[in-house]
Nanobody
Framework: QVQFVESGGGLVQPGGSLRLSCVVS????????MGWYRQAPGKQRELVAF???????SYADSVKGRFTISRDNAKNTVVLQMNSLKLADTAVYHC?????????WGHGTQVTVSS
């Protein structure tokens, strides 16, 4: 089994910051990539950012320059630093991990940006 512990979500005002963390544990080996997706009410889940085992990161255009993804391979941890948050960033944020033969999702953490 694979377990996810996602944390760091919450309520923040526009322009504020949040730091999401995802720790993955259990029967999981050779993770290729770790990432964050988000799903807003009534919308499809969309990619926010992902990072390879070598540290190469990719971002959705909507978050470039505001969000930074990082990971600790030894601890199977991925972090998403979110700055200059906007109302449109409100969503449930899900962590995922990708290997050669698997794709696992966390349950998600709510991020609400509101004045």
């Amino acid at each position: 089994q694979v377990q996810f512990v996602e944390s760091g979500g919450g309520l923040v005002q526009p322009g504020g910051s949040l730091r999401l963390s995802c720790v993955v544990s259990g029967s999981i080996f050779s993770i290729y990539a770790m990432g964050w997706y988000r799903q807003a009410p009534g919308k499809q889940r969309e990619l926010v950012a992902f990072i390879s085992s070598g540290g190469s990161a990719s971002y959705a255009d909507s978050v470039k320059g505001r969000f930074t993804i990082s990971r600790d391979n030894a601890k199977n941890t991925v972090v998403l630093q979110m700055n200059s948050l906007k109302l449109a960033d409100t969503a449930v944020y899900h962590c995922n991990v990708v290997g050669s033969s698997y794709l696992y999702w966390g349950h998600g953490t709510q991020v609400t940006v509101s004045s």
